[in-house]
């Protein structure tokens, strides 16, 4: 007898991402991903200045405003074919850098930590052994017995005070929650230093961006930023060096408690490592480049097939068509009008809401797919790409994080258990240690750059007539993602922004196919129906990312999110 | 908790955030941004206090909200009332609302984000949270007319929240022109060749 979980939640008026699973036997038989709502942006942008697409685009999300900026202006660039100065090019590597940096330290400890630490049973721990713990692992020097006493007193203030809804669904005391009382106090502490570090990190963005949310600094053709080491009102050595040590302070963080938190969790939860592989397919692309024209780049990028090392292909530039030519978006399944696979250049946007059918239409996302094949995309993604082709960080960062998991759960680790739930989480641990230090090598060069007299921020252009086509991409925190654009006569006459969490959240496609959040529910263990807690672990460890739309406080207190049997 | 804003303030603390929140491309969500706009063109604030669009941010609310005595928010809220009606909650109210699921980072909203500063030991001392009904919240910008007829109310309400707590708002005797780009109509600024 199976039986159908729906996952819903309804915070907006508009909702995003619903989870079907149909249980049978303790584990996941079938699911369903479905993003509730539909985004409209080429509606929205069709006839504008293109010049004015990065300023509408960054809103289509609140919370990856920055990745939608530097990737319009990539895809604009593209197609007016022109370079832009490396002064431009590092600043907005260093801004995509201290970005990811916020992003991913929030995904761990903000957004996902919860589902594999039981924040109640800290309330148990002997705070002196947690912090002995701590110190056996890592040099980090806010993990004293003194700030393992303050948070655990912490904690209980606000137990007792009834107010626990910050972890609301958390699922605490659920028979999966397994680390020890001290983990779990030491995980708490670390949530409360993330909130700092993660600031930090952000602070950079705004520095260099003006604002966050939704930077201000880009133009198509380079950047706002005014360099005049002499001059207080522009980008100058003080800021430069605020600017270091943020990232030093960001990368100290990353490297010696996240990357850690991160291995003891694996290691505690070594019975998962199994769970949630799915779509082994990866897909990534090169990012951080270090040229005008986005020929070299010290991120890689390129395609994996079937779970298989060997079969990786390098995407080696902004304009390879390697990626160009291969990206489609199929909508069999989604609330659109037809039943087309096209690419993103040739598509058009016309809802059409049937209901939710699962053999028929039930989402509003489109299912992307690479050579007609559904890809994995996101940090997992890129450090296998990385790995496959010898990528000297990557390789080294993964191996780090897979021999201290692998002592801790007294076992050998090969980068084959990657391919999982607990991968995923490993990777964007792997891939914020990686970027840690690129972000300090993109300021050397920065500031390498400029002391040899370059102050150059734009390149100035003009629109050809006629019509033109470019496409834009850029390695987001949550995977590949990209713009396209067709230009006629100086206007946009198309507009497509196919995302990561399309291409992992999709639906199935004309062939079947299911997408990677479908695939990698299937076989997940689930111990109590009522509290899919293990269905949330695989949905989260992809950090999706569906909302790009809208947003509506309920102050009444009505329901606001449901998880049902059916 | 009431009271002037100086009074048990360190010497520059006592900042008050003003927040603009929703999407500005999807009709009337836009509303907290579109009256953030209107209140910088037509008064001026002192110093301390902050007025910023931060469109649909989750956990990015966090850096705005620290450090600042006082949040005061503007956003669209869901009621059983008619469009464009404006109410004012206070932080117990709001603070009382269960959250919600997490499923994606903006899943944790304004309440996360001050549940999170509370337990790290600094959340703001008052919240306000001055809310409109949409009537359409559609993909495309521009707010309805419904919401647009709004706007001087929920300015007024924030005016005056502003004015109790001691801050003195100033407004502009020539307003400048307000920054609502999202609503330009399209238009071509391009230079060919």
């Given at each position: 007898m199976s039986k159908r979980i729906v996952i819903d939640p309804i915070t907006r008026i508009e909702g995003h991402l619903r989870?079907?699973?149909?249980?049978?036997?303790?584990?996941?038989?079938?699911?369903?991903?479905?993003?509730?709502?539909?985004?409209?942006?080429?509606?929205?942008?069709?006839?504008?200045?293109?010049?004015?697409?990065?300023?509408?685009?960054?809103?289509?999300?609140?919370?990856?405003?920055?990745?939608?900026?530097?990737?319009?202006?990539?895809?604009?660039?593209?197609?007016?074919?022109?370079?832009?100065?490396?002064?431009?090019?590092?600043?907005?590597?260093?801004?995509?850098?201290?970005?990811?940096?916020?992003?991913?330290?929030?995904?761990?400890?903000?957004?996902?930590?919860?589902?594999?630490?039981?924040?109640?049973?800290?309330?148990?721990?002997?705070?002196?052994?947690?912090?002995?713990?701590?110190?056996?692992?890592?040099?980090?020097?806010?993990?004293?017995?003194?700030?393992?006493?303050?948070?655990?007193?912490?904690?209980?203030?606000?137990?007792?005070?009834?107010?626990?809804?910050?972890?609301?669904?958390?699922?605490?005391?659920?028979?999966?929650?397994?680390?020890?009382?001290?983990?779990?106090?030491?995980?708490?502490?670390?949530?409360?230093?993330?909130?700092?570090?993660?600031?930090?990190?952000?602070?950079?963005?705004?520095?260099?961006?003006?604002?966050?949310?939704?930077?201000?600094?880009?133009?198509?053709?380079?950047?706002?930023?005014?360099?005049?080491?002499?001059?207080?009102?522009?980008?100058?050595?003080?800021?430069?060096?605020?600017?270091?040590?943020?990232?030093?302070?960001?990368?100290?963080?990353?490297?010696?408690?996240?990357?850690?938190?991160?291995?003891?969790?694996?290691?505690?939860?070594?019975?998962?490592?199994?769970?949630?592989?799915?779509?082994?397919?990866?897909?990534?692309?090169?990012?951080?480049?270090?040229?005008?024209?986005?020929?070299?780049?010290?991120?890689?990028?390129?395609?994996?097939?079937?779970?298989?090392?060997?079969?990786?292909?390098?995407?080696?530039?902004?304009?390879?068509?390697?990626?160009?030519?291969?990206?489609?978006?199929?909508?069999?399944?989604?609330?659109?009008?037809?039943?087309?696979?096209?690419?993103?250049?040739?598509?058009?946007?016309?809802?059409?809401?049937?209901?939710?059918?699962?053999?028929?239409?039930?989402?509003?996302?489109?299912?992307?797919?690479?050579?007609?094949?559904?890809?994995?995309?996101?940090?997992?993604?890129?450090?296998?790409?990385?790995?496959?082709?010898?990528?000297?960080?990557?390789?080294?960062?993964?191996?780090?994080?897979?021999?201290?998991?692998?002592?801790?759960?007294?076992?050998?680790?090969?980068?084959?258990?990657?391919?999982?739930?607990?991968?995923?989480?490993?990777?964007?641990?792997?891939?914020?240690?990686?970027?840690?230090?690129?972000?300090?090598?993109?300021?050397?060069?920065?500031?390498?750059?400029?002391?040899?007299?370059?102050?150059?921020?734009?390149?100035?252009?003009?629109?050809?007539?006629?019509?033109?086509r470019g496409f834009g991409f850029h390695e987001a925190p949550r995977g590949t993602l990209s713009h396209w654009v067709v230009i006629r006569d100086g206007k946009i006459a198309n507009y497509q922004a196919v995302v990561p969490s399309t291409w992992n959240a999709g639906p199935r496609d004309a062939k079947g196919q299911k997408g990677p959040y479908e695939a990698c529910l299937v076989g997940n263990p689930i111990a109590d129906a009522e509290r899919p807690l293990e269905v949330l672990r695989t949905v989260h460890s992809f950090d999706p990312c569906l909302a790009c739309a809208i947003h509506t406080l309920d102050p009444t207190g009505r329901e606001l999110s449901r998880v049902r049997t059916l | 908790m009431k009271g002037k804003l100086d009074e048990g303030d360190p010497p520059g603390g006592g900042r008050v955030a003003v927040v603009g929140l929703g999407n500005v491309l999807m009709g009337d969500d836009g509303f907290g941004p579109f009256v953030v706009q209107q209140l910088l063109a037509r008064f001026e604030f002192p110093d301390r206090v902050t007025v910023t669009d931060l469109g649909t941010p989750g956990l990015d609310l966090i850096p705005f909200i620290d450090g600042a005595a006082v949040l005061v928010v503007v956003d669209t809220v869901a009621l059983d009332e008619p469009p464009g009606a404006v109410r004012v909650f206070r932080g117990e109210e709001l603070r009382a609302a269960p959250r919600s699921a997490r499923l994606s980072p903006h899943d944790p909203g304004l309440l996360e984000a001050l549940d999170m500063l509370e337990l790290g030991g600094e959340g703001p001392r008052e919240v306000v949270l001055v809310g409109v009904v949409p009537q359409r919240c559609g993909v495309g910008p521009g707010l309805s007319e419904v919401a647009r007829g709004a706007v001087d109310e929920a300015m007024a309400a924030v005016v005056e929240h502003l004015g109790s707590l001691g801050v003195k708002v100033k407004r502009r005797e020539e307003p400048l022109a307000a920054d609502i780009w999202w609503e330009d109509p399209v238009t071509f600024r391009g230079r060919q060749t």
């Open positions: 989870i079907d699973v149909e249980v049978e036997g303790g584990a996941v038989r079938d699911a369903w991903s479905s993003g509730q709502m539909w985004r409209g942006i080429e509606t929205i942008l069709k006839g504008r200045d293109p010049r004015d697409a990065w300023l509408f685009t960054q809103r289509i999300c609140g919370v990856c405003t920055t990745v939608h900026a530097i990737t319009s202006v990539r895809a604009v660039e593209n197609a007016l074919g022109i370079e832009i100065p490396l002064n431009a090019q590092l600043i907005r590597n260093i801004i995509i850098a201290a970005h990811c940096l916020h992003d991913h330290i929030v995904h761990f400890y903000q957004l996902s930590a919860l589902d594999w630490v039981d924040v109640v049973s800290a309330l148990k721990a002997d705070p002196d052994k947690a912090a002995a713990l701590a110190e056996s692992l890592s040099a980090w020097p806010r993990n004293s017995k003194h700030e393992m006493r303050a948070v655990k007193a912490k904690l209980a203030e606000f137990v007792e005070r009834g107010q626990l809804g910050i972890f609301a669904n958390g699922y605490w005391g659920h028979p999966a929650m397994k680390l020890p009382a001290e983990v779990n106090l030491l995980a708490v502490a670390h949530y409360l230093q993330a909130l700092e570090y993660q600031k930090i990190a952000n602070q950079v963005v705004t520095l260099l961006g003006s604002k966050t949310p939704n930077i201000q600094n880009l133009a198509v053709g380079g950047v706002a930023n005014a360099i005049n080491l002499d001059n207080p009102a522009t980008l100058n050595m003080d800021k430069l060096y605020k600017i270091k040590g943020l990232l030093e302070q960001a990368a100290a963080f990353v490297q010696q408690v996240y990357l850690i938190d991160l291995a003891a969790v694996a290691a505690m939860y070594a019975d998962w490592l199994p769970y949630g592989k799915g779509v082994t397919n990866y897909l990534a692309v090169p990012d951080l480049p270090l040229d005008r024209a986005g020929k070299v780049f010290d991120l890689p990028g390129g395609t994996i097939f079937n779970a298989d090392l060997g079969t990786v292909k390098e995407i080696k530039s902004f304009d390879d068509p390697y990626f160009r030519d291969n990206v489609s978006e199929s909508i069999a399944r989604a609330w659109y009008d037809g039943d087309w696979d096209r690419h993103p250049w040739e598509e058009d946007t016309v809802p059409k809401y049937t209901d939710f059918n699962p053999d028929g239409k039930y989402s509003w996302v489109k299912a992307p797919r690479f050579q007609g094949k559904p890809m994995q995309v996101g940090p997992l993604a890129q450090v296998l790409v990385g790995y496959a082709l010898g990528h000297e960080p990557i390789k080294r960062w993964a191996d780090a994080v897979l021999e201290t998991a692998g002592s801790l759960a007294k076992t050998k680790l090969s980068p084959a258990i990657l391919h999982s739930t607990l991968g995923r989480h490993a990777a964007r641990g792997i891939r914020a240690a990686v970027m840690s230090e690129l972000a300090l090598k993109h300021w050397q060069l920065l500031v390498e750059n400029i002391g040899k007299g370059d102050t150059d921020i734009f390149t100035p252009w003009q629109y050809p007539r006629g019509e033109i | -």
